[in-house]
């Protein structure tokens, strides 16, 4: 089945959770994956892999099986997702469980999060917890990428996200808006500060 359908399956079952129409453009998956060098020390753990719109991107640019994790709420498209990218390591959970889950696996410490949750449309008790998760693998050293929609940008849930970041990890790298996107986004991403010792 054609991909885009696949998403607006998911959509029409369940439009909170999914948050968009379409999968990200090929023009918003490549801002998504620029200059990330994942592997077996760096994991790239993706939150909310949808359709695998990045994760075709990603399977293109990790170095081994063990280089990347994706977690996925919806059992369809995880089913989907298993068929489509057989090499890569996708699990259906809650991004509410990150750590724990990653810890299951025995993959090696996460070096990039690639996050695609809609945290505008998600419920405020979820996406807190979802930082919460995020907080945890920041501390370990990480970099941390998402996209926000040009017309959600100021939604309340939006400026939380990027105060929450903002104030432990400092000012964001924002992409220029990517247009060829349905609707237009900007990716923003923060590293952890490794504090300088002795
Ligand atoms: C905006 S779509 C992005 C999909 C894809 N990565 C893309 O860019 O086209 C968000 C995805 O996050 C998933 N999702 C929502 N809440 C989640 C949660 N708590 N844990 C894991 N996945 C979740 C949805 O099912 C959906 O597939």
Known sequence: ???????????????????????SSPELA???????????????????????????????????????????????????LKVNFPALKIVRGNACDAHSTH?????????????????????????EKVLAEIDKFMEQGCVFRTFQYAHGYYFPSAIKLREHMRNRYGKAKRSPLVVKNVPPAYTLTWKTVQSEKG
């Open 1 to 23: 089945m054609n991909e885009n359908i696949e998403f607006l399956q998911a959509f029409l079952k369940n439009p909170l959770k999914v948050g968009s129409i379409a999968p």
């Open 30 to 80: 490549q801002q998504m994956v620029a200059g990330i060098r994942p592997n077996e020390e760096s994991v790239v753990l993706e939150l909310g892999v949808g359709t695998g719109a990045i994760t075709k991107f990603l399977q293109d640019i990790v170095a081994t099986r063990e280089s990347y994790l994706g977690i996925e709420i919806d059992r369809t498209l995880v089913k989907l």
């Open 103 to 127: 810890q299951k696996t025995g993959l090696g410490k996460v070096g990039y999060i690639i996050c695609c949750l809609p945290f505008v449309s998600l419920p405020n008790d979820v996406g």
